[in-house]
């Protein structure tokens, strides 16, 4: 690796990969008491896609968006010098994904590996890895948020159910000769004195006292979304706000503030709250329902697919999730 020096980074390429299926609200209705207009409704979510349990999974989700990302950016996996995956869907404890990862698009030997912080998985993953190349440590890095969360839900519970989905979604950075470019500001924060209102729990004693009385199916995530809608209301605006403090930036200076795409309520509410402009929101939960890890990374990949990101504009990423975490990164970018 080479001596520290202060690189600016740029996303090279981006890419995202989700599962063939399709899970609508009508399919929800045929085996939970809920309906299409209450889902709709409550969370902006129109359908899901479902992992094929014997052909997709984390690993080959996170693969196939690096290798778009790595397409999109000219790039060879062999370039890499280290690959980075956010997930709390990982198959196995150990090998980690992202190990069998960089395998898979010929980056060995790369360093990998994953990172657990939950929802905030993609944005903690990028302010490692630009950190990481700014500091002349890593000239190029394959970040990946991805999920499988269709492994790990009840789908007795409706509560939860409804709202997840899977896919991945990822970015290469590498370092560029002009210091301006990249992070300007990130914060990766956590409260674990609040783990309760979103777990999952493996063993009988994982299951904390406060849900005792309720039925929990082990390894499931279990969730109190009223806590957490909570939470999110509230952090969702003050990190957009503390983020826009630190760089004195105001809202709509930016071309995008790209949320984690929890539920459409609590980005909207933010939104509101914030006086952003909605066409600066980009929403897909509609599409994908709520991926954890992956949504900003999907949401990073179909702006820029699409030409959404402002060449010369700063854009936001924005996150919360269990843990408690929250996250954001604000990148500026060079002009056209
Ligand atoms: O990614 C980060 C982690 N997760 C989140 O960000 C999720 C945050 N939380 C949420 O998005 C929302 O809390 C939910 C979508 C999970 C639930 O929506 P809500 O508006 O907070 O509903 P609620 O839990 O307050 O429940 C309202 C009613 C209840 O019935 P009663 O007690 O009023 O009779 C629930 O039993 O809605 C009922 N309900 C449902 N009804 C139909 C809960 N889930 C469903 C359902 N279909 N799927």
């Given at each position: 690796m080479n001596a520290p020096r202060n690189w600016g980074v740029r996303i090279a390429g981006t890419g995202s990969a989700v599962p063939e299926r399709r899970m609508t609200n009508a399919d929800f209705t045929a085996i939970l008491d809920t309906s299409d207009e209450w889902i709709l409704q409550r969370t902006g979510i129109s359908e899901r896609r479902i992992a094929d349990p014997n052909a997709e999974s984390t690993f080959n989700l996170s693969r196939d968006a690096l290798q778009r990302a790595l397409d999109a950016a000219g790039m060879k996996g062999s370039e890499l010098d280290l690959v980075i995956v956010g997930t709390l869907t990982s198959e196995m404890p150990c090998p980690s994904t992202a190990v069998r990862v960089a395998a898979a698009v010929g980056a060995v030997p790369a360093g990998a590996f994953d990172i657990s912080a939950a929802c905030c998985g993609f944005v903690y993953a990028m302010n490692v890895a630009e950190t990481m190349v700014r500091s002349g440590r890593a000239k190029a890095v394959g970040v990946i948020g991805a999920e499988t969360l269709s492994r790990v839900t009840d789908y007795t519970d409706r509560t939860c159910s409804i709202l997840f989905g899977d896919g991945a979604g990822a970015a290469v950075l590498v370092r560029d000769e002009d210091p301006a470019l990249g992070c300007i500001h990130q914060s990766m924060q956590a409260d674990g004195s609040r783990w309760e209102s979103l777990y999952l729990p493996v063993?009988?004693?994982?299951?904390p006292e406060s849900d005792l009385q309720s039925t929990v199916r082990l390894g499931c995530l279990r969730m109190n979304g009223r806590e957490v809608f909570k939470f999110a209301v509230t952090k969702f605006r003050e990190v957009i706000e503390e983020s826009l403090a630190a760089t004195r930036l105001s809202a709509n200076d930016l071309s995008q503030v790209i949320c984690h795409q929890s539920n459409i309520r609590i980005i909207e509410a933010a939104r509101e709250r914030i006086g952003l402009d909605p066409e600066k929101v980009y929403v897909n939960i509609d599409r994908y329902g709520n991926t954890s890890a992956a949504s900003v990374g999907i949401c990073l990949d179909e702006l820029t697919r699409a030409g959404k990101l402002t060449p010369g504009l700063p854009f936001m990423m924005v996150a919360f999730g269990g843990g408690l975490t929250w996250a954001s990164s604000v990148w500026s970018t060079r002009g056209a």
């Open positions: 063993l009988p004693r994982d299951v």
